[in-house]
Nanobody
Framework: QVQLVESGGGLALAGGSLRLSCAASGRIFSSSVMGWFRQAPGKEREFVSAVSWTGSIIFYGDSVKGRFTISRDNAKNTVYLQMNNLQPEDTAVYYC?????????????????WGQGTQVTVSS
């Protein structure tokens, strides 16, 4: 089993920044992909970003490209999401996810484990 715990959410002003962290524990496969998704009230869970084990393959959702940066520290079993130039439409619960395959995916059904989520609220 794998446990994922997100942190770093909170309240930000439009144009501001937040950094999310996700710490993984348990049976973590060396080829695991880590991803971030988000879900706003009344909307479906949306892909934000994903990174391969080595960090050589990274995907971003169109709505966050150029503003968010994903990174990972495998020694700490942690993945990060640096969010800059936040906008009110970024308000959502952000979820960390782990995919045991080696190929990053934008599809939530490809992910095997999920964190509990952390709330990000951006005010204008």
């Amino acid at each position: 089993q794998v446990q994922l715990v997100e942190s770093g959410g909170g309240l930000a002003l439009a144009g501001g920044s937040l950094r999310l962290s996700c710490a993984a524990s348990g049976r973590i496969f060396s080829s695991s992909v880590m991803g971030w998704f988000r879900q706003a009230p009344g909307k479906e869970r949306e892909f934000v970003s994903a990174v391969s084990w080595t960090g050589s393959i990274i995907f971003y959702g169109d709505s966050v490209k150029g503003r968010f940066t994903i990174s990972r520290d495998n020694a700490k079993n942690t993945v990060y999401l640096q969010m800059n130039n936040l906008q009110p439409e970024d308000t959502a619960v952000y979820y960390c996810a782990l995919d045991r395959s080696s190929q990053p995916s934008r599809h939530r059904n490809d992910y095997d484990y999920w964190g509990q989520g952390t709330q990000v609220t951006v005010s204008s």
